[in-house]
């Protein structure tokens, strides 16, 4: 957004957006004068959903989420068709009994009725009032249009739904209906009537729902109730038919005796393994396996023989050999070892091996009636087992049948029981449920403060966001180019400079440079023309190019003017300058010309070139003839370049854009390029090619914005 044109742009329309609001304001003062009193009533409705001291159970949780649902169900439902038309009946019912104090004048519908035909009407309403009907359209169909006496009263429903206010306090029990109108007891009366009319239907209604509610669920009850009856007889008369009082019990009693048994039974096989273990072992001690009891001191007798033989043989040696100390030695060897081991034999052989025997044969015995003792009581065990197991065996094939007995019967308990809860729930909802009453009633009150000064600021902010929003409508809406940042923004390239609009006929660029009036006109345009000198001068010698091509979008923009301005503007900098342009199209008749023109076609032709002071003018062929159909390409080069070794800069004045193919053909041959665009123009869609187009030229410099307004 170009913020610099929208505020000139406000600027321009400053008045309309200070007369507006003026004018507005005055207006709505006037209006405002004569404005009714407005007079408020409310009326509070406690609900005891929030209050603790009227909820029987003091201690109960609170769930906020499910208490803010229900107040605004309660507050939607004062809004219901059928509770502003019950509201609405007693409101024509009250107007018609008392046409003395009725709340509001009578509209013109109900004034033409005579006094009969309000009696007639007072009927009908009551009747309606008391079937509670709903007030539509349909009703203007009979002897009178109902519906359309209500509305002409300002009792419609959604004149009295707009003008009811209903709110409810964050974290408060209490709901508060709110009416304003211009009669104080018209106010009272509503807010009353109808916290009163809602108390009653809703309750009525609640009533209802809840009867209707415990009759279907105790229908439910009783067929729950006899559901769990059939399924627990089922479950007796099956226990009954199979001699199980509790099967449970009775199988896990089995199971522990059958456990107890497989205990003793691995007991006793312990305890014959034992006393067969041990009477092997006796047996084997009797049997003369075993050197204690078969004479233990065979084997050392035996081994002392063999000592004694070796100690005979020793001495023989001894006494053979001539009593060598040797032989001396070994027989004192052998007889240390004969005198140890029957010490040792002593030792060991101190109980009489015959008393020995005599106590194996008491243990043998002992031993051997207690296995055959085990052996009859594990006969007993295992016939025990066999019982019992028998026994355990026959109850499981009926285990699964009464699990699924006593599955349904326990399934329809937990069914009954919930459906129980759920009447006892709903019975203790509907006498300690819900309970609406008036908490204060709403009373005729003092007039509301005016809202005149409201009315006021209203229609001043008003009004003048309206008149902004129009000024930038008109802002968004014009697409004019009026300064260099808007071309600039509309092109997607550079502005190079700007220059202001010549007004005066007297276009010679000379006279405008040697102005010494004081034309403000004229000194500004010097200036602006000077800086685009500067910034195409900087362009052109960076690379050392000296042909300029000045073209525009369309014809008319003024690129000619400026092709000679700048002629001349670089003939003060002492620069050489050739100008081929269209002949100016406006100079005073008595001026002279800035310089003799010649032919560029001519030049063409012959080369020949009349150079003039520092400025030399050649003239375009007006009869818009094509370049390469008058020259080659190469023979079109060779005379540039005979231009470019004569002149320091050359200045063409290519034609429009709109005629792009003869404006291709002279930009072929400048070096550096820039367009003119006229202050005030659009670029119009058509155009935007021929912007794309000049901007992808590689010695594209930027725009020029033309004929701009000077700001006075």
């Not at 033409?112 to 309606?128: P, T, W």
């Not at 594209?700 to 033309?706: A, D, I, R």
């Amino acid at each position: 957004m170009d913020i610099k044109s929208l505020l000139k742009l406000i600027n321009k329309y400053k008045w309309v957006l200070i007369l507006v609001p003026i004018i507005a304001v005055t207006i709505t003062y006037f209006l405002v004068q004569n404005l009714p009193k407005q007079y408020s009533s409310e009326v509070q409705i406690s609900t005891g959903l929030l209050d603790p001291s009227k909820k029987v159970i003091s201690n109960e949780n609170t769930d906020f989420f499910q208490v803010s649902q229900q107040f605004n169900q309660i507050m939607e439902k004062f809004k219901m068709k059928k509770i502003m038309n019950i509201l609405a009946y007693n409101l024509m019912i009250h107007d018609l009994e008392n046409p003395k104090k009725s709340f509001r004048k009578y509209s013109e519908k109900l004034d033409s009725l005579n006094a009969q035909n309000r009696a007639e009407l007072i009927q009908i309403f009551k009747e309606k009032l008391a079937t509670k009907s709903i007030l539509t359209l349909s009703d203007n169909n009979g002897k009178y249009k109902l519906y359309n006496l209500v509305g002409s009263m300002g009792y419609g429903e959604e004149t009295l739904r707009k003008q009811i206010e209903i709110n409810h306090a964050d974290n408060s029990d209490l709901i508060t209906l709110e009416y304003v109108s211009e009669n104080p007891e018209l106010s009272a009366y509503v807010v009353n009537t109808l916290a009163a009319d809602f108390i009653s239907n809703y309750s009525s209604e609640i009533s209802f729902n809840q009867n209707n509610s415990i009759v279907l669920l105790d229908s439910l009850l009783k067929q729950k109730e006899a559901t769990m009856n059939e399924k627990n007889n089922a479950l007796a008369a099956f226990k009954k038919n199979k001699g199980f009082l509790n099967l449970d019990e009775q199988s896990g009693s089995v199971y522990g005796q059958i456990t107890q048994y497989e205990a003793q039974r691995a007991d006793a096989l312990t305890k014959i393994q034992s006393n067969q273990g041990a009477l092997s072992v006796i047996r084997s001690k009797l049997n003369g396996n075993d050197s204690y009891t078969a004479g233990s001191t065979q084997a050392d007798n035996r081994e002392l023989i063999r000592l004694k033989g070796d100690l005979k043989i020793a001495t023989d040696r001894y006494v053979d050999n001539g009593f060598k100390a040797s032989d001396q030695l070994k027989i004192d060897s052998i007889n240390r070892i004969i005198v140890r081991r029957s010490n040792q034999n002593a030792d060991e052989n101190v109980v009489d091996p015959r008393a020995s025997r005599q106590t194996l044969i008491a243990q043998k015995t002992a031993l051997e009636i207690s296995l055959e003792e085990q052996k009859r009581s594990l006969t007993i065990i295992n016939q025990q087992l066999g019982i019992l197991r028998a026994k355990y065996s026959s109850m499981v094939p009926y285990d699964a049948d009464i699990q699924n007995y006593q599955r349904e019967a326990d399934l329809a308990i937990k069914e009954y029981t919930t459906a129980l809860d759920q009447v006892n729930q709903n019975r203790a909802g509907q006498s300690l449920g819900l309970r609406l009453q008036i908490e204060q009633l709403g009373l005729p009150g003092n007039p509301e403060p005016s809202k005149k000064i409201f009315y006021l600021l209203g229609a001043g902010a008003g009004s003048f966001i309206a008149s902004f929003g129009f000024v930038l409508l008109i802002f968004f809406l014009d697409h004019k180019i009026i300064s260099a940042q808007q071309l600039a923004n509309a092109t997607r390239s550079k502005t190079l400079g700007v220059l202001n609009k010549i007004e005066s006929n007297e276009r010679n660029i000379r006279d405008i440079w040697n102005d010494k009036d004081g034309n403000q006109n004229f000194e500004l345009y010097r200036d602006m023309l000077r800086s685009l000198r500067f910034e195409i001068n900087n362009q052109m010698d960076a690379d050392g190019s000296k042909i300029l091509g000045i073209t525009s979008l369309v014809a008319g923009e003024g690129k000619t003017f400026l092709c000679y301005s700048l002629a001349y503007a670089f003939a003060m900098t002492g620069k050489k300058v050739l100008l081929i342009a269209d002949e100016l199209p406006v100079i005073k008749s008595d001026s002279k010309a800035l310089a003799t023109s010649q032919n560029f076609q001519t030049f063409l032709i012959k080369k020949e070139i009349h150079t003039e002071d520092l400025i030399t003018i050649m003239n375009k062929s007006k009869a818009r003839e094509s370049l390469l159909e008058i020259q080659s390409i190469k023979s079109l080069q060779a005379g540039f370049d005979v231009l470019k070794d004569e002149f320091d800069t050359i200045i063409v004045d290519v034609n429009a854009l709109q005629d792009i193919n003869i404006a291709k053909e002279w930009l072929l041959f400048t070096e550096k390029n820039i367009s003119v665009f006229e202050a005030g123009n659009t670029i119009k869609d058509s155009n935007k090619e021929f912007v794309d187009y000049i901007k992808k030229l590689p010695g594209f410099l930027g725009w020029v914005l033309n004929k701009t307004q000077v700001q006075s």
